[in-house]
């Protein structure tokens, strides 16, 4: 089988309260349309599970995670 990954094309480790950014991937592997957006604290940061748009909603720390089936990737935001 063919090794799948995901690797963030675009992303920020910080963000502001209020302050939107958009978060893009590459798929290898798999097709990158399929690819699944979420946040561990919706309270922190909420993001579209498709498009990959974050809002910061308050200060803290918080992960978006990208993910297409079992494979995910996911990087730690802070918000100040």
């Known amino acids: 089988l063919p090794i799948s990954y995901i690797i963030l094309s675009n992303s920020t480790a910080t963000m502001k309260v209020r302050e939107d950014f958009t978060f893009t991937a590459k798929a290898y592997g798999l097709d990158s349309k399929d690819i699944e957006w979420r946040t ?41």
Not at 45 to 73: C, E, L, Q, R
């Open 40 to 80: 561990t604290k919706k309270s922190i940061v909420t993001i579209n599970k498709k498009t990959g748009k974050a809002s910061a909603v308050k200060k803290g720390t918080d992960y978006i995670i990208a993910s297409i089936d079992n494979i995910t990737y996911q990087i730690k935001v802070t918000v100040k």
